[in-house]
């Protein structure tokens, strides 16, 4: 049975400038902004008593929510709603007694954030809250004059640093995920390299111990040194590309295939039970070039195992498939323990 793709991807969010991440920084730095206005503000008698215990509410409760809420467990739809407290907070503190609603003004701030961690269709909406409010201000009576020419300005300058900030922080974003790309792929195969694995192993771990199957092969090329000698290098090169691309379009999104040394991949399966993971690792093994085997072991995640003796146990497998004649797949089906270097002859390295 060949696993289909899976529906969701577990892996969680780590680059730097993730939305996640620029959330939970930029969220306080905004209350703090907000709160130091709304200290000087008050100094002034500029605010009346009850306007500041608000302001001051929804500042404190919001900066709170914003640093210790799991947003990343919660619906995205909910982190809007941080940067609109904001915005209210920043007309309580901007509608002294005869001015008119400096809407413009009040929203600069929640709209840089939303800019900072929403998408676009996010920052549309906030900057047309933020017109409606403006063109409310406009029925209110006795405005201050020159107050129509100021909101506009406002809101055009919300307007264009709003996008200005999101199209930025958009390319920062790319360049970060290339640059972490780069770092987590073997230059030869284009597949991920060891500090990649080491990554993914110790994730998909995590989620092993919530109750999801996972299984580790390693798979090696048989006689590649021989392979090298007699057709050199670059062909032996060649012929690694080759296979790590015909391995790849066999894989689900959540799999993780990985060169691990010359010869040598690592796979990695997520929510996976035993039988389909050997299923899938003999039709890996048939979709090597002709002319050419691959020897394969298997070891599926027990209980509270840790990811170095997973590792062991699939090496341990592998080496008794070689032991066998190679050209095969052989599964590791004894209990959980961390493998001895006696054991089969089975090599240490992990």
């Known amino acids: 049975m060949k696993i289909e793709p899976a529906q969701i991807n577990f892996r969680a969010a780590e680059e730097p400038f993730s939305r996640d991440a620029l959330f939970r920084l930029v969220g306080p730095l ?14 002034y008698a500029q605010i009346d008593g009850g306007r500041f215990v608000a302001a001051a509410t929804l500042i404190v409760v919001t900066a709170a929510a914003t640093a210790f809420l799991p ?10 709603l941080p940067p609109f407290v904001y915005l209210v907070a920043g007309f309580l503190i901007t509608l002294p007694p005869g001015r008119v609603l ?12 939303l800019a900072l961690y929403g998408t676009l269709s996010e920052l549309l909406a906030l900057l047309g809250a933020v017109l409606a409010a403006d063109i409310a201000a406009l029925r209110l009576p006795d405005p201050v004059p020159g107050g129509v020419t ?6 055009a300058t919300a307007v264009i640093l ?4 999101y199209q930025v922080v958009q390319q920062v974003r790319r360049q970060s995920r290339h640059l972490r790309s780069l770092a987590r792929r073997d230059d030869l195969t284009a597949v991920s390299n060891r500090r990649a694995w080491d990554e993914e192993i110790e994730t998909a771990v995590r989620f092993a111990k919530a109750g999801e199957p996972m299984a580790v092969a390693l798979l090696d090329i048989d006689h590649f040194k021989a392979y090298n000698d007699r057709a050199g290098h670059q062909a032996g090169d060649r012929l690694l590309r080759e296979i790590a691309l015909a391995w790849s379009t066999q894989l689900r999104r959540t799999d993780t295939l990985a060169r691990i040394g010359g010869d040598e991949f690592a796979l990695l399966l997520r929510d996976c039970p035993p039988e389909d993971a050997e299923e899938v690792l003999e039709r890996l093994c048939a979709r090597v070039p002709e002319g050419v085997t691959c020897s394969a072991g298997l070891a599926c995640w027990d209980d509270g195992e840790p990811p170095q003796s997973l590792m062991s146990r699939a090496d341990a497998a592998l080496y008794r498939a070689k032991a066998a004649g190679r050209d095969r797949v052989e599964v590791w089906r004894g209990s959980r323990r961390l493998v001895r270097p006696e054991d089969a002859g089975a090599r240490s390295r992990w």
């Open 30 to 43: 905004v209350a703090a902004f907000l709160a130091t206005l709304l200290a000087a503000t008050r100094g």
């Open 71 to 80: 947003w990343d467990r919660l619906p995205p739809t909910l982190r809007a």
């Open 102 to 113: 400096d809407a413009g003004e009040a929203a600069l701030l929640p709209v840089v954030w």
């Open 150 to 155: 100021r909101m506009i300005f406002q809101f």
């Open 162 to 165: 709003g996008v200005v900030v």
